[in-house]
Structure formats: structure tokens, C-alpha cells
């Protein structure tokens, strides 16, 4: 496996991992619409939540939170919604970010709930 595939496969472990311990029940990993996929959704009492995971090791240049644009947040809605169109019930959902830097003393989570809201249209 390739070492960025490691990497991200690693971070979503102790993202799950994380969340478990803060009570969110962990639905599905890695759930795929098409070439759409959502690193984990979970729930946190009623609310679902779909989380996306990015990690980074500590000698890169930016924050792991940085990679998740306008078009990856348009992905993840696009996938949400056929997620949505498979559950029997209507829940409420929020997008989160939780951004993980690898170091050497141990790895650096940071959990951004409602990192970013569905909108109906973009404005230019």
C-alpha cells in the first residue's frame, strides 16, 4: 500500500478511535457513492455525523484541516445525500473535521465540529 494510503488509513483508525471514547457510535468507514466516499459517519444521539479525516505527518507544510475546499465539501454533500436516500429514518445531519498531525510525541487530533454547512447554491 502506498504511504499516503498508510497514512490516511492510520488517522481514520484513531479518529474512530477518538470518537468512540467521546460516546459517537461509529456507523460505517470508508462508505462509498460512485468515486464519492465518506471516512466515517457516525452518531452522536440523533445527530448523524459525517466526518471527514485528514492526517499529515508533522514536517508538512500546512494543517491537515486546509485540504478540505469548497469542492471536497461539495463531494461530501454530493455522498451524504446518497447515504441519506438509504436510511429509513430522516436524521439531522453535520459535517466535521477532525485534522491529525503525526509527531513523534504522538499524534495531534484536532475535532472541528460543524466545520463547514450544506448550502442550497454557490454564490460565485
Known amino acids: 500500500m502506498a504511504k499516503h494510503l498508510d497514512t490516511g488509513a492510520h488517522g481514520e483508525q484513531l479518529a474512530c478511535q477518538w470518537l468512540e471514547e467521546r460516546g459517537f457510535r461509529v456507523l460505517y468507514r470508508n462508505w462509498r457513492h460512485g468515486r464519492d466516499e ?8 440523533p445527530m448523524l455525523v459525517v466526518v471527514e479525516v485528514k492526517t499529515v505527518h508533522s514536517d508538512q ?5 486546509q ?8 463531494k461530501l454533500m454530493r455522498c451524504t445525500e446518497a447515504l441519506l436516500d438509504t436510511l429509513p429514518d430522516d436524521p439531522e ?3 466535521d473535521v477532525i485534522a491529525i ?9 484536532l475535532h ?3 466545520a463547514f454547512y450544506p448550502t442550497l447554491h454557490e454564490r460565485p
Open 93 to 95: 445531519v453535520r459535517f
Open 112 to 114: 472541528i465540529p460543524n
Open 38 to 45: 465518506l471516512d466515517i459517519v457516525a452518531r452522536e444521539g
Open 101 to 109: 498531525t503525526l509527531r513523534p510525541d504522538g499524534p495531534r487530533i
Open 61 to 65: 507544510w500546512k494543517d491537515p484541516e
Open 67 to 74: 485540504a478540505v475546499d469548497r469542492a471536497k465539501q461539495r
